[in-house]
Structures are given as structure tokens and as C-alpha cells.
């Protein structure tokens, strides 16, 4: 086996930090999706405005950084990524992901203001579950699944390398 035919090191290691961050996104954000926002209505209206304006620092350290960094780093994998994932596989992956961006600007961020402003709202809250549905959370399984498959990829030359020749 060439040398040249395996992957680098730092492409490894690119990939394997861009998947631990986009996994550890995937958990954070469905905790938020599935658990706290149903259950945002039991709260009482006299408290949810300070309990929305006090979870929004916390939602922005433990869960949009990382997934802003996993973004990030999987723009790097266009140009350093291990040689059995082609181009058009990451580029797939950071277009569902720059559709997840696109909503949370233009969609849900607007209602998380409207709820920090004007405090408990039930048809903001159905709003947001359900466009965070579609617009987040269905982007997220696919582009998820494409890491899977990226995973499958690299595994695959490691065990395997004759297979990284076919890409």
C-alpha cells in the first residue's frame, strides 16, 4: 500500500473532531427540540419571560457554539477531508447544514426574540416546534446520516485500503 494512497493524519483528525461536533449538535439541539420546547406551555406566564431570557446564554455556550464550530469545520473538510470522502458528499453536508443556519436566522430567531420580549406565547411555541421540524430538525437527521456514511468511508480505507482506490 502507497502512502499516498491513504488519508493524512490532520484530515483524520479533522473529520473525527467535525463528527464528534456534529453528533454532540445533533443531541444538544434535540434535547432542546423535543424536551424543553413542548414543555415551555408549563410555565407559568408570570415566570417564562426570565426563564427564556436566562436559558438563552446557556442554549448559545453549550449548544450554538458547538454546532457553529462543527459548521465551521466541515467547510475545512472541503479542502482537507480523508481521501475515500469525495467533494460533493461534504458539500451536500454543509449545504443541509447552511439551510439549518438560514432557518434559525430568518424563522426561529425571530420567535425566540418575540417570546424573550413578550414572554409566554402558545401559538409562537407551536410555531416554533413546527418549523424547527422541518426546517432544522429534518436537515439535521440527513445531514447526520451523511457523516454516518462519511464514517463508513474512512473506516472502510482503514480496514480495507484497496477500496480507497475506487473513489
Not at 55 to 73: E, N
Not at 101 to 116: D, E, G, H, K, M
Amino acid at each position: 500500500m502507497d502512502k499516498k494512497t491513504l488519508s493524512s493524519p490532520i484530515s483524520i483528525w479533522l473529520f473525527l473532531a467535525t463528527f464528534c461536533l456534529i453528533f454532540y449538535g445533533m443531541g444538544a439541539s434535540f434535547v432542546e427540540s423535543f424536551v424543553n420546547y413542548p414543555t415551555w406551555p408549563l410555565i407559568g406566564a408570570n415566570e417564562f419571560r426570565d426563564y427564556h431570557r436566562t436559558l438563552g446564554p446557556l442554549i448559545i455556550g453549550y449548544m450554538v457554539i458547538p454546532i457553529l464550530l462543527g459548521t465551521f469545520l466541515t467547510f475545512l473538510l472541503i479542502w482537507v477531508r480523508p481521501k475515500p470522502i469525495p467533494v460533493w458528499l461534504v458539500l451536500l453536508a454543509l449545504a443541509l447544514q447552511l439551510i439549518i443556519w438560514i432557518s434559525t436566522a430568518a424563522i426561529q430567531l425571530p420567535i425566540q426574540f418575540q417570546l424573550s420580549a413578550d414572554g409566554l406565547s402558545i401559538p409562537a411555541i407551536e410555531r416554533l416546534i413546527f418549523t424547527n421540524l422541518w426546517f432544522r430538525k429534518i436537515p439535521q437527521v440527513i445531514m447526520s446520516a451523511l457523516f454516518i456514511w462519511m464514517m463508513y468511508l474512512v473506516l472502510r480505507e482503514s480496514t480495507h485500503p484497496q477500496h480507497s482506490d475506487q473513489q
